[in-house]
């Protein structure tokens, strides 16, 4: 590839390469202070011109790398550091097999992590976010690595999407600094990539136990609210949530029984930001 950068992110390393300046530019501002791979890069992204002419003309960028999607729709040269995200998403969700995967966003208190994983919309990117700047180490958005030997939560601190009104809500938390291009009309609108403090970097080789799984809710007019989540509906969320619990058989499967087994968990419903960190103080406070 012309253009290439190479970083660690807890315990993966990523080689991403491009045939356009702009994307390579835009990681390496959004990931600054990242530590360079220690040895052989886990998974390389490639970010190439669906055809040689797409290069100059309208150029359109495809997505590829150790583990591609063949049907995947290229993209716009303005969302290249978008590719560049989705990309090693990808080599996870279809790579990674040293751990058990989950959607899911997890911060750490005193050792111990709260785990928070729920459909899109949910907010557990803003509050995990929010959190991160309030007194957690943030450890993760988009995958929680869950080790299948001892049961602990691996840091995988990349940047946060974060879309539509959970930017302007943490663009008042945080110095414009840490922040990444604003991205828009995107398939999921507005979005701009926050890159986390200088703890979840310094400390992205400490793993945590969980010991709260959180299933948040965000929507206008509900009331607070908690409500206890039984055994059989966590297992069956979890599995919804990880992206390589099939690939990984009898492994992940213990992986998975042991946490849902060993970690209490609960679902909250709210209708703003405030009422749900209120919920999360509350709930930590009980079972942590």
Same mark, same amino acid.
């Given at each position: 590839?012309?253009?290439?950068?190479?970083?660690?992110?807890?315990?993966?390393?990523?080689?991403?390469?491009? $045939?356009?300046?702009?994307?390579?530019?835009?990681?390496?501002?959004?990931?600054?202070?990242?530590?360079?791979?220690?040895?052989?890069?886990?998974?390389?992204?490639?970010?190439?011109?669906?055809?040689?002419?797409?290069?100059?003309?309208?150029?359109?960028?495809?997505?590829?790398?150790?583990?591609?999607?063949?049907?995947?729709?290229?993209?716009?040269?303005?969302?290249?550091?978008?590719?560049?995200?989705?990309?090693?998403?990808?080599?996870? #969700?279809?790579?990674?097999?040293?751990?058990?995967?989950?959607?899911?966003?997890?911060?750490?208190?005193?050792?111990?992590?709260?785990?928070?994983?729920? #459909?899109?919309?949910?907010?557990?990117?803003?509050?995990?976010?929010?959190?991160? $700047?309030?007194?957690?180490?943030?450890?993760?958005? /988009?995958?929680?690595?869950?080790?299948?030997?001892?049961?602990?939560?691996?840091?995988?601190?990349?940047?946060?999407?974060?879309?539509?009104?959970?930017?302007?809500?943490?663009?008042?938390?945080?110095?414009?600094?840490?922040?990444?291009?604003?991205?828009?009309?995107?398939?999921?609108?507005?979005?701009?990539?926050?890159?986390?403090?200088? $703890?979840?970097?310094?400390?992205?080789? $400490?793993?945590?136990?969980?010991?709260?799984?959180?299933?948040?809710?965000?929507?206008?007019?509900?009331?607070?609210?908690?409500?206890?989540?039984?055994?059989? /509906?966590?297992?069956?969320?979890?599995?919804?949530?990880?992206?390589?619990?099939? #690939?990984?058989? /009898?492994?992940?499967?213990?992986?998975?029984?042991?946490?849902?087994?060993?970690?209490?968990?609960?679902?909250?419903?709210?209708?703003?930001?405030?009422?749900?960190?209120?919920?999360?103080?509350?709930?930590?406070? /009980?079972?942590?």
């Amino acid at each position: 590839m012309r253009h290439s950068h190479a970083l660690q992110v807890g315990p993966v390393a990523f080689r991403l390469g491009s $045939e356009w300046r702009q994307p390579i530019e835009a990681l390496k501002q959004l990931y600054a202070g990242y530590p360079a791979p220690d040895g052989p890069c886990d998974f390389t992204v490639r970010l190439e011109a669906e055809t040689p002419w797409r290069r100059w003309l309208r150029p359109a960028v495809a997505i590829r790398g150790d583990y591609t999607l063949p049907d995947a729709v290229p993209m716009a040269l303005a969302h290249g550091l978008l590719a560049a995200e989705m990309g090693m998403n990808l080599q996870m #969700a279809l790579g990674q097999k040293r751990y058990l995967l989950l959607h899911a966003s997890s911060v750490e208190r005193d050792g111990k992590a709260l785990l928070m994983t729920g #459909a899109s919309g949910s907010g557990k990117s803003t509050l995990s976010a929010i959190l991160g $700047e309030q007194g957690w180490r943030f450890m993760g958005d /988009e995958f929680a690595l869950l080790d299948m030997d001892d049961g602990r939560l691996h840091p995988f601190p990349r940047a946060v999407s974060l879309k539509n009104q959970a930017v302007l809500v943490l663009e008042e938390i945080v110095g414009g600094d840490r922040f990444g291009p604003v991205l828009r009309n995107t398939p999921k609108g507005t979005i701009r990539h926050l890159r986390p403090n200088e $703890e979840a970097v310094a400390r992205m080789r $400490e793993p945590a136990r969980p010991v709260l799984i959180l299933f948040p809710q965000y929507g206008r007019g509900l009331q607070a609210a908690v409500r206890p989540v039984g055994q059989a /509906e966590i297992f069956v969320r979890l599995t919804q949530a990880s992206t390589n619990y099939v #690939a990984l058989g /009898e492994p992940g499967y213990g992986a998975l029984c042991r946490l849902v087994t060993g970690t209490p968990a609960r679902a909250i419903d709210y209708s703003s930001t405030e009422a749900a960190l209120t919920l999360i103080d509350g709930l930590w406070g /009980e079972f942590a």
